[in-house]
C-alpha cells in the first residue's frame, strides 16, 4: 500500500477512535456542566472534518516548496510569534500553566501551531546551510541556534516542558535528515538535556517529585496519575466495553483531553491500546517512507520532522498515561479533544501529504537528480593536466587557472540517511556517480548538437 494512502487511513481510524472515546468520556461532564450530552462530541466532529478539509486542501493545492521559497513561511512565523507573545501578555492560566487564549468564547492555544513553524523553520535553515556542514563552528553555531532558541523561547513564554520536549526532537529529526554531522548533534544532545534539567524549578519540580512517588500527594498532583494506572488496570485485557468506564465519572480530570488514553485502556482493555500505539506506528511509518521518497531535501526534512513531531506527541501522552513520564498536559493526537489539537494534527498531515503529492511530480531519475549535491574538488596534478589539454584542444584559448579546472567530483547525498532506509552507502555513491557521469554526456552532447546548428 501506498505510504500517503497508510496515512490517510490510520488518521482516519484515530480520529474514529477520538470520536467513539471521546463521546464515552466527556459525556458526565456535559451532563454536569448542564449541556447536551451531544455537545462535546459535535464540536470534535466539527473540528475534525474542518481539519480534515484544510488537510485535503493543503495536500492538493499548497505545493511544499512554497514553504522555501513563498510567502506562507514569512507570513506564519509572524502569526505566531505574534500569538506567543500575546499569551505572554495577555494569556489565560489553567492548572498551573498560561497557554491559552480566549476570544469571543473560543480558546487557542498558540503552543500547538508553533511546533510545525518551528520545524519548518529549521528544515529551511538546515537546507540553506547544507553545503557548509563541514564547517564545524558554523555547523555548531547553526544547530545550537536551532535547538536551544525554541527551546528557549517556549520555556520564557508559556513555561511549556511538553512542547519543547516535542519541538526539539522534530528539530533533532529534521537535522538528522539533514544529515548534519553526529559530532554536532550529539554534544548538542547533551547540551539540551542539561538544559532541561536545570530548568526543573517550581511546579516542574513537584511534579517529578510526584511522578517518582504519585502517593506521596494522592489527592492532589499525583491523583490524575493514580486514577489513570486504575483505569488501565480495570480494563484488563479485553476492556469493559464502550461506555461503561467508571473513571470518567469525575475520578480522572479531563478525561475527554489529556488523559483520555486511559478511558480507552479502561474501555478497549490492552488491546484497544495496542492497536491505538499500533496506529501511530503506521503514522511513523508511512511519514518517513514519504520523507524518503520526497523529490528534495528540504521535502525530506519537512516530511520527517513534522512526522517525528506528531508521533513523538503521541508517545509523550501515552508515557504520561502509563506513568512512564511526568505528566506535561500534552494531549493525544487525534483523539484527545481540543480544537487547536485536533487542528494542529490535521495541519501536519496535511503538509506530509503535500510532499507525498510533490514525489509524484518527477520521474524516478529527476528525482534521484533533485537530491544529489554535486560537490568539486580540485587535485592540482590534474587541474594542470585538463588546463593542457583545453589549450591544445582550443588553440588561442586563454589559460583558465587550476580552481575552474575540470577536476574530481564526487555526488553526496543530502536528502536521507537513517538506518534502514539508506541502503548500502557503496552502492548509493556508485548509483550516484553514474547518474552524475549521465548528466555530464548529457550535457556534451546538447553542447555538440547546439554547434552543429550554430555551423548550419
Not at 492538493?60 to 521559497?69: A, D, G, S, T, V
Not at 538546515?126 to 520555556?155: C, K, M, S
Not at 486504575?230 to 461503561?244: H, K, P, T
Not at 521535502?299 to 502509563?322: D, E, S
Request: glycine content about 10%; aromatic content about 10%.
Amino acid at each position: 500500500m501506498m505510504p500517503r494512502v497508510l496515512l490517510v487511513v490510520a488518521t482516519i481510524l484515530l480520529s474514529l477512535i477520538g470520536l467513539v472515546v471521546g463521546f464515552s468520556a466527556s459525556s458526565i461532564e456535559a451532563i454536569n456542566l448542564g449541556n447536551s450530552v451531544y455537545s462535546y462530541v459535535v464540536k470534535q466532529a466539527v473540528l475534525m472534518v474542518g481539519g480534515g478539509l484544510l488537510a485535503f486542501l493543503i495536500a492538493r493545492f499548497l505545493p511544499y516548496e512554497k514553504w522555501l521559497q513563498g510567502w506562507c513561511f514569512p507570513a506564519a512565523w509572524l502569526c505566531i510569534v505574534a500569538l506567543l507573545l500575546a499569551v505572554y501578555f495577555m494569556g489565560t492560566s489553567a492548572l498551573g500553566a498560561t497557554r491559552w487564549i480566549y476570544f469571543m468564547g473560543f480558546s487557542l492555544q498558540p503552543s500547538e501551531l508553533a511546533k510545525i513553524v518551528f520545524v519548518i523553520a529549521a528544515a529551511r535553515i538546515v537546507y540553506a546551510y547544507r553545503n557548509e556542514f563541514r564547517d564545524f563552528r558554523q555547523t555548531a553555531l547553526v544547530a545550537f541556534a536551532l535547538v536551544v532558541l525554541p527551546l528557549g523561547f517556549l520555556f520564557v513564554t508559556q513555561s511549556d516542558m511538553g512542547t519543547a520536549i516535542i519541538v526539539v526532537m522534530g528539530v533533532f529529526a529534521v537535522m538528522w535528515v539533514g544529515e548534519v554531522p553526529l559530532k554536532v548533534l550529539g554534544p548538542l544532545f547533551v547540551v539540551v538535556v542539561g538544559i532541561g534539567a536545570l530548568s526543573l524549578a517550581g511546579y516542574r519540580a513537584d511534579r517529578i517529585a510526584v511522578w517518582l512517588d504519585p502517593w506521596s500527594d494522592p489527592y492532589g498532583l499525583g491523583r490524575q496519575s493514580i486514577r489513570s494506572l486504575y483505569a488501565l488496570a480495570e480494563g484488563g485485557f479485553f476492556g469493559v466495553g464502550i461506555g461503561n468506564s467508571r473513571e470518567k465519572f469525575q475520578y480522572i480530570s479531563e478525561a475527554e483531553n489529556d488523559f483520555i488514553f486511559a478511558i480507552v485502556g479502561e474501555e478497549l482493555g490492552m488491546l484497544g491500546a495496542l492497536a491505538v500505539v499500533a496506529l501511530f506506528l503506521v503514522v511513523l511509518y508511512a511519514g518517513l517512507r514519504i520523507a524518503h521518497r520526497a523529490p528534495d531535501s528540504f521535502g525530506a526534512m519537512m516530511a520527517g520532522g513534522l512526522t517525528v513531531t506528531l508521533v513523538v506527541q503521541a508517545f509523550l501522552n501515552i508515557a504520561v498515561v502509563t506513568g512512564l513520564f511526568p505528566v506535561t498536559g500534552k494531549p493525544l493526537p487525534f483523539i484527545s479533544s481540543g480544537g487547536s489539537s485536533i487542528l494542529a494534527s490535521m495541519l501536519m498531515v496535511g503538509l506530509i501529504l503535500s510532499v507525498s503529492k510533490g514525489s509524484n511530480v518527477l520521474t524516478p531519475y529527476e528525482r534521484r537528480r533533485n537530491d544529489l549535491n554535486v560537490i568539486r574538488v580540485e587535485h592540482p596534478a590534474r587541474a594542470r593536466a585538463s588546463s593542457a589539454t583545453s589549450d591544445a584542444d582550443s588553440p588561442g584559448s586563454k589559460r583558465r587557472g587550476a580552481g575552474k579546472a575540470a577536476g574530481r567530483s564526487f555526488v553526496r547525498d543530502t536528502a536521507f540517511s537513517l538506518p534502514g532506509f539508506a541502503g548500502k552507502r557503496r552502492e548509493r555513491r556508485a548509483e550516484e556517480d553514474a547518474a552524475a557521469r549521465a548528466d555530464r554526456r548529457e550535457r556534451a552532447q546538447r553542447r555538440a548538437r547546439d554547434s552543429e546548428r550554430g555551423k548550419r
